[in-house]
């Protein structure tokens, strides 16, 4: 089989098993507390990256500088990012969680515009309008849905989804600006292990642990599967096809994941999947969208003037 066959298979698999992921976590959270659950989850899957990386390449920068860097990162990336997005899917459905974290992209474009480092064009602007119009749309709607008990834990497990979708754009800003490492690979191991060791220090002040039952069939198999297909797997497959393919066409996953994850919540969690649903998905995708054509105007732009 051909490296590009192969891609495009890397490239298929991550965006179908990511999209699942917060249908897991849905289940996962269900019967362990988030924090416990997801710190585990990524220690776990932190120390077998680390080791299948050291395997491959026993080159790395092992430099303070670098380490320090990375832990950073890994906080901002699996720590607040995936540590708040696991502990909000115990209010918020699967699919509007997996909507409002395909916003990452206009997450950035605002830290960016924050730090003065964006340039805004027409395109950036109506997609980032779009986006948010698209979130306003299926918040308001899911609210409106909700228990009056629920109602403050519904609003609450939004804003941690926010604050998460910030925190993964502003760690992927500093991933993407750092310096390239003799091994990539074991920087994301690293990342997952400083992420996860930082989820299970917290989470004796935020979980609660009064019902937990530590053996549970479902929950552990939605907590394997997240270990095994949702990090290991996935990240393999994610950096070995950003090895043959362009790298706009795999970050195109953005696009899918959120279709995969809105589908299994209707199909497996019987979450309510009606217009407002389907039509903010098409605003926030179609943002998304827009905002990259934006930045690929910008792009060419600046290879004319230069």
Known sequence: MKNQ??????????????????????????????FL??????????????????MINRKADLSRKNLLQQSLIGFLL???????????????????????????????????????EEKLNWL????????????????????????????????????????ATTSWALGSLLNKNSAKSVNSFFNVGFQVIVGGAFMLIISPAVDDYSNLVWWNEEGFLAFAYLVVFGSILAYAAYMYALKVLPVGFVTSYAYINPLVAVLLGALMLKEPLNGYTVFAFVLIICGIFIVRSGYKKQETTNEIHE
């Open 37 to 54: 659950m997801a710190g585990t989850r990524q220690l776990v899957s932190g120390i077998i990256m680390l080791a299948i990386a050291l």
């Open 5 to 34: 066959t192969k891609a495009y298979l890397a490239y298929a698999f991550i965006c179908i098993i990511w999209g699942t992921t917060y249908l897991a976590i849905k289940v996962a959270v269900a019967h362990y507390p988030p």
């Open 124 to 163: 950036i602007i109506v997609g980032m309008i779009l986006g948010f119009a698209g979130v306003a749309l299926i918040f308001q709607d899911n609210l409106s849905n909700q228990p009056a008990t629920n109602g403050t834990l519904y609003s609450i497990g939004i804003v941690g989804l926010f604050i």
């Open 78 to 116: 699996i720590t607040v990012g995936n540590g708040l997005v696991t502990w909000a899917e115990q209010y918020v459905q699967s699919g509007v969680a997996a909507l409002i974290c395909s916003t990452m992209p206009i997450s950035a474009v605002v830290i960016n515009i924050i730090r003065g």
